[in-house]
């Protein structure tokens, strides 16, 4: 059998009861090391389950699957992924391939960013779609996301944007040598998401996508940092200061969640307690949101 084992957000205990027996008993376990990361080191994952944990990056899962399920017919095997198996990840590749081999599959669910979000206060019903945002490089701005950002909007649905991670990068000069070196993992930060997007809306802008684009430097956003964790945190503001609001939010994981015109009055009380500054909060609360749900 293969176990897709949902981890959790934060810890080596965040997994379920069921998923720690199977952990601890099947044959080979495996990590997905690579879409999303614990707050703890693998080997304190190890010392939790009493055994070894093989961690699987993306060449493993994409590339050499067959030897993650190998003899998985007969015996168990179980791949621990971050959050929840299915949410944002979807795995699926993996799940196919064990299917065609007539591997019985099962999944153990847990909490996910998906759903974690809720923590900001903001009501899961009044989200729209997901969004992936990557690192900006020179030449490569990819703004495709921009599109599903302007759906929400225009029916006032919140935008959760889940941030890029890399690891196990190389620089072009190693690869161009054929080295196996690699570069320190890189996790998005809110204040890199919150200017990457006044940018993109910059680009939309010179496009001739209307005068004010979609949102802008006054438009109310939410930092979130660790969520699920003991040190957790948020902090809510325009873009402009999330921008700025990284030292504040501390360590990875991060994400962004753009706040949707069709905001209900407790939600916007909730959020207004993370705000940086309560006084402009009001400001541009009372002018773009009030009154349009
Ligand atoms: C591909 S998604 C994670 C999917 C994962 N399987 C799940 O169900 O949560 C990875 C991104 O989600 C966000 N994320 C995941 N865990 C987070 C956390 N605890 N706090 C804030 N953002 C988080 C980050 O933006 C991160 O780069």
Known sequence: MLYLIGLGLSDETDITVKGLEIARTASRVYLEAYTSI??????????????????????????????????????DVAF????????????????????SLQIPISTIPNASIMSAIGSTGLQ????????????????????SFHDRVR????????TLILLDIKVKEQSLENMARGRRIYEPPRYMTVGQCASQMLEVEEIKKEEGEGKHGVYGEESLAIGAARVGGKTEKF???TLRQLCSADEE?????????????RTHELEHDYVREFAVDKEVWDRIWKRDYEGQQ
Do not use: C
């Open 38 to 75: 614990l707050l703890v080191d693998t080997a304190i994952l190890e010392k939790y389950y009493g055994r070894e944990v093989i961690v699987a990056d993306r060449e493993m899962v994409e590339s050499a699957s067959d030897e993650i399920l190998r003899d998985a017919q007969t015996v």
């Open 80 to 99: 621990l992924v971050v959050g929840d198996p299915f949410g944002a990840t979807t795995h699926t590749d993996l799940v196919l391939r064990a299917r």
């Open 124 to 143: 899961l019903y009044n989200f729209g779609q997901t969004v992936s945002m990557v690192f900006f490089t020179e030449t490569w701005k990819p703004a």
């Open 235 to 237: 902090v809510s503001g």
């Open 151 to 158: 759906e929400n909007r225009d029916i006032g649905l919140h």
């Open 249 to 261: 939010l501390g360590g990875p994981l991060h994400s962004l969640v753009l706040l949707g015109k």
